[in-house]
C-alpha cells in the first residue's frame, strides 16, 4: 500500500492534472500514462493501476463531456451508439484480465502502445485533413460543429457505423483490461473511418469512455482492487486538469498534440516492455 506522505500527496495531485489535461485534450482518458506511471514509478501491482485508472477516466469523462456537448463539438448520437458496443466489451475486459498475471498485463500493454505511437505520429506529421461535408450519404449521424481555431463552421458526415461499432468493443475491451480508456482506438477510428474531424472525434470519445470505464470499474470496485486514498488525489488532479484541456482542445492544432503524444507513448511502451522482459 501505498502511503500519502508530503511528497507522495503533491507528485500524486500534479500528475492528475497532467493526466487530466492530456486525456480531455486528446480523448485518451490519460490511462496509457497513469498505469506506467503507477506501475515504474510508485510500483503498484497492476491490476490496482489498472483499476485507479478507470475511476480517474470517468473523472475526466464527466469534467468534460457536458461542456462539449453544451458547445455542440460533441456528436450525442454518434456516441450514444457506439459506446453499447464500448461497454460491453468494457465489461469482458475487466473479467478477462482477472484470470490473468500481471506480467501477461503489462506485456499486453506496451505491445498495444506501439502501433498507437506510430498512428498518431503519421496522423500528426500529416496534419488535419477532414473530409468535405458532401462526402458519402447522409444519414442521422451527420453534424457539426463551431471550431474556434479556424474560426468557422465546421459540417461533416459520418460513415462506416457497423464496422466501427465492432471497433468500439474492442476499444471498451482495452479499457477493462488495460485501464486505457479506449481513447486510443475510438479516436483514430472515428477519424479515419467514420470520417469525424478530430476536434469532434476527440469531444465524441470522451462523451463515450467515462460510461465503458464506470462499467468495468466495478468489476475491479467489486474485487477490492481500487486503492482509494491514492485514487482520490490522482482524481482531484484530473478534474483540474481535465477543465484546462477542454481550452487546449479548442484552442491548440490537433497534430501538435498528437506528436508529443506519439513521443510520449513510446517511451513508456519501451520502458514497460523492458520491464518486463
Not at 202 to 212: M, P
Request: charge should be positive; glycine fraction near 12%.
Amino acid at each position: 500500500m501505498i502511503e500519502l506522505t508530503a511528497f507522495t500527496f503533491p507528485a500524486l495531485l500534479f500528475f492528475g492534472v497532467f493526466i487530466g489535461l492530456l486525456g480531455s485534450a486528446l480523448g485518451v482518458g490519460g490511462g496509457i500514462f497513469m498505469v506506467p506511471f503507477l506501475v515504474l514509478a510508485l510500483k503498484l501491482p497492476i491490476h490496482q493501476a489498472v483499476a485507479a485508472s478507470l475511476v480517474a477516466i470517468v473523472a475526466t469523462s464527466s469534467a468534460v463531456a457536458a461542456v462539449n456537448v453544451e458547445r455542440g463539438l460533441a456528436n450525442i448520437r454518434l456516441g450514444i451508439a457506439l459506446e453499447v458496443t464500448t461497454a460491453l466489451g468494457s465489461i469482458a475486459g475487466a473479467l478477462i484480465a482477472g484470470r490473468l498475471p500481471g506480467g501477461a498485463v503489462q506485456l499486453l500493454f506496451a505491445l498495444m502502445l506501439f502501433p498507437v505511437s506510430v498512428l498518431m505520429f503519421l496522423k500528426g506529421r500529416k496534419g488535419p485533413a477532414s473530409p468535405p461535408a458532401s462526402a458519402g450519404s447522409a444519414s442521422a449521424f451527420d453534424s457539426g460543429f463551431f471550431d474556434p481555431a479556424a474560426g468557422a463552421r465546421t459540417a461533416y458526415r459520418v460513415k462506416n457505423i457497423v464496422p466501427v461499432s465492432f471497433l468500439s468493443f474492442f476499444a471498451g475491451s482495452l479499457s477493462g483490461l488495460l485501464g486505457i480508456g479506449g481513447g486510443v482506438v475510438q479516436v483514430p477510428a472515428m477519424n479515419l473511418l467514420c470520417g469525424v474531424p478530430m476536434k469532434a472525434a476527440v469531444a465524441t470519445s470522451n462523451f463515450i469512455i467515462g460510461v465503458s470505464a464506470a462499467a468495468s470499474a466495478c468489476v475491479y470496485f467489486r474485487r477490492g482492487l481500487i486503492p482509494f486514498g491514492l485514487t482520490a488525489v490522482i482524481v482531484a488532479g484530473v478534474l483540474i486538469g481535465s477543465f484546462a484541456g477542454i481550452r487546449v482542445l479548442y484552442r491548440a492544432k490537433s497534430e501538435k498534440l498528437q506528436l508529443v503524444f506519439s513521443a510520449l507513448t513510446l517511451l513508456i511502451a519501451v520502458k514497460m516492455l523492458m520491464k518486463v522482459i
